[in-house]
């Protein structure tokens, strides 16, 4: 028999542990740039990419910090590697990164230009 507080408290678990994003991740390893004044250019890979940012895998002496702004750019495209996008770091673990991808008031995301200076 389910009793209301029964209820209350299932409903409670299941959107404890709900996803939050806004679009789903996919496992997927692509060649990247992940460039920062402080830590210079890192060539690495990602673990899983959304269209909202991706999991960066990064070795412990090179992990960015919470919150800093970060440049991240597909390599090993057909043609020209991909234009470097503003990203933000939110969050960090044992093997590497979370960044979100940062957009502009259109929805679109940041390009870096190489003039443009880090916002720190």
Do not use: C, Y
Not at 69 to 96: D, K, N, T
Not at 107 to 113: F, P
């Amino acid at each position: 028999m389910v009793t209301k507080l029964d209820t209350v408290f299932i409903s409670d678990i299941s959107i404890m542990t709900q996803d939050k994003r806004s679009s789903p991740r996919i496992k997927a390893s692509f060649q990247v740039e992940l460039t920062h004044p402080d830590l210079g250019t890192i060539k690495t890979k990602t673990r899983d990419i959304s269209e909202n940012g991706a999991f960066v895998i990064v070795n412990e002496e090179n992990t960015p910090e919470l919150h800093m702004r970060v440049s991240i750019r597909v390599l090993g495209l057909p043609g020209e590697p991909g234009a470097p996008v503003e990203s933000e770091v939110v969050r960090i673990e044992h093997e590497g990164v979370g960044v979100k991808f940062i957009q502009d008031d259109d929805g679109e995301l940041e390009e870096q230009d190489a003039d443009d200076e880090f916002l720190l």
